[in-house]
């Protein structure tokens, strides 16, 4: 699928394309093709499978997100489990509004990102955020638009969003650190490019950026250098 095809089958359905099992192969393909040091990256990695968030509903992966933000992986992932486990395994509205802001605080969630899931939980039950059908019709930007007039939900965690959840093919997310790194690493720079920059620069791998990112996030933890 060229990018011209991915561009008249977005307009057709009024979504953007998603990353499905046969869009990957052409992504991979694509990559390689136009960048010799992104191919490079990719065999040092290796083929293996894109974490999904595919089958939880936006707002448990919008959760997640503010457990995750400026977090090291292993006590993000260490209040993530706690949450889950008061959860009985269901992160919904509900349950988070049964649990209360002190038990979230218990959990290990900071005073701000209690207000954020709050302030989140409060807008989707009062239908301020729409349904996730809605959500999942939704421009990029008119997602970050929508999302991000919740406390503590800014640009990175809606395009985490749409890179787990929604699967979309084209995001690029230039202000994380992990993608910033794993380019300095791959390209053999002396420092991280600033983010502008590095968005400027992820132009060449439209209109897969979001498997090119991957790649990038990989190569701060999957590479020997």
């Known amino acids: ?106 959990i290990g969630f900071s005073r701000a990102k209690v207000a954020s899931v709050t302030d989140l939980t409060q807008k989707m039950q009062s239908g301020d955020i729409p349904t996730d059908t809605q959500l999942q019709q939704m421009s990029d930007q008119s997602l970050v638009d929508c999302l991000t007039t919740v406390k503590g939900i800014g640009a990175w965690t809606v395009e985490m969003l749409m890179f787990f959840n929604l699967r979309r093919a084209n995001v690029f997310p230039a202000t994380d650190l992990g993608v910033r790194k794993g380019h300095m690493l791959a390209y053999g720079l002396d420092e991280m490019l600033p983010a502008k920059a590095l968005l400027a620069e992820s132009e060449i791998w439209k209109p897969y950026r979001s498997l090119a990112a991957w790649y990038l996030w990989r190569a701060t933890d999957s590479v020997d250098w």
Do not use: F
Request: contains cysteine.
């Open 1 to 106: 699928m060229s990018e011209e095809s991915i561009s008249a089958t977005e307009a057709r359905s009024g979504r953007p394309v998603t990353l499905s099992k046969a869009t990957l192969t052409k992504a991979r393909a694509h990559l390689r093709k136009v960048d010799p040091t992104m191919a490079s990256l990719m065999s040092k990695v290796g083929k293996t499978e894109l974490r999904s968030e595919a089958d939880m509903t936006i707002y448990h992966s919008l959760v997640r997100a503010i457990v995750y933000q400026m977090l090291s992986t292993k006590s993000a992932a260490a209040i993530y489990g706690r949450l889950v486990e008061s959860c009985q395994g269901d992160v919904c509205p509900a349950r988070i509004d049964s649990l209360g802001e002190q038990a979230l605080r218990d």
